[in-house]
Every structure is written in structure tokens, then in C-alpha cells.
């Protein structure tokens, strides 16, 4: 019995934070969204409300003004996203990410109009480019903190993100 306790103990110990491997970016210092967390020049945050790719991006555009699901540009973006859903999901990490094949193009858009700069795909994935079955984006699919082409009518969680300088009046803030 004290050995069972003291495996229990270790394993707990080893998952009451889930953040600990990980640095959660800054909150966003924008008023009003300060349970947002600032991720370059974005603010992002992380809805626990499984939508389908086309009604998490509606959602997103409802939260804050520009609102797109989040795009992603660096390694070092990828970990801070991957750091929030740990913390506010860690039973269920797989997001959508705001990026769709686009018509059977073989080629990826972010849904924020931004460059197509980066990407971390899954070994072995996107494996349905070229056909309508798979053109959406997601994260945490078979490898954490990596991507995957899934059907857009899935239901997962997803991240929304707005640029900084939507929200902003000029002067009230410096951009890092």
C-alpha cells in the first residue's frame, strides 16, 4: 500500500502542472482583453467549445475586433500555443488552427491574409492535399505541438487571435 501511495504521489506530482515544461506567453495588455495572453503581435485565447473549422472562425470574429483563428509563424509561437491548450485542456489538446487548403490547390492560407512562413506538420501529413476530404488545419493530432489536414466538419477546440494594432489607438501603447 505505501508503495502504491508513493507511485500515486510521483505521478500526480508530475501532472498538477502542466505548464511547468513549458513558458506561457504575457497576458495581453489590451483593456478588456487581459484573460487574452499576447503572442507576438497578437493577442490570443482558447475556447473550450468544440466547433466545426467554419463556426470556430465565426466565433473568433465575434470576440474581438479583426478576430481570426490563430495563425502561426515560428517555432516559438507554436510552443506558446501548445503551453495554453496544456493548460486549459490537457485531456484534450487538439485545436483547429486558422489555416485551409486551399481548393484542392495543394497549397495552405492562413484565414488572417497572412504569409504562409512556417509550418510544422506531422511526419507523413498533410496527406490529403489535392481532394476535399481533409482541408482544414489542426494541432495535437497524433504528435503534440505538431500539425495535420483533418475534415473541416469536425468538432474541436480552437484559438482565436487578433493583432494588436486593431485594437489599439495610436500612442497608447509601444509595440515590442
Known amino acids: 500500500r505505501i508503495k502504491f501511495v508513493a507511485i500515486l504521489a510521483w505521478f500526480v506530482a508530475g501532472r498538477t502542472n502542466v505548464t511547468a515544461r513549458c513558458s506561457m506567453p504575457k497576458p495581453c495588455n489590451v483593456y478588456g482583453f487581459t484573460d487574452w495572453y499576447k503572442v507576438g503581435s497578437v493577442c490570443v ?3 473550450n467549445r468544440p466547433l ?8 473568433c470574429r465575434t470576440k474581438a475586433p479583426g ?5 502561426v509563424h515560428n517555432k516559438k509561437h507554436n510552443d506558446y500555443l501548445l503551453c495554453i491548450v496544456e493548460k486549459f485542456n490537457p485531456n ?7 489555416a485551409f487548403e486551399f481548393f484542392k490547390s495543394g497549397k495552405f ?16 501529413e498533410p496527406n490529403h492535399m489535392y481532394t476535399n476530404t481533409e482541408e482544414c488545419v489542426e494541432m495535437n493530432w497524433k504528435d503534440i505541438g505538431r500539425w495535420n489536414d483533418d475534415s473541416c466538419h469536425i468538432k474541436k477546440n480552437y484559438i482565436c487571435a487578433f493583432k494588436l494594432n486593431a485594437i489599439l489607438k495610436p500612442g497608447s501603447e509601444e509595440m515590442e
Do not use: C, M, P
Open 67 to 71: 478576430a481570426h483563428l490563430v495563425s
Open 45 to 47: 485565447k482558447y475556447f
Open 109 to 124: 492560407f492562413w484565414l488572417d491574409g497572412s504569409f504562409w512562413d512556417f509550418q510544422i506538420w506531422t511526419r507523413g
Open 92 to 98: 484534450n489538446l487538439r485545436i483547429w488552427l486558422g
Open 52 to 59: 466545426n473549422f467554419t463556426d470556430a472562425e465565426f466565433s
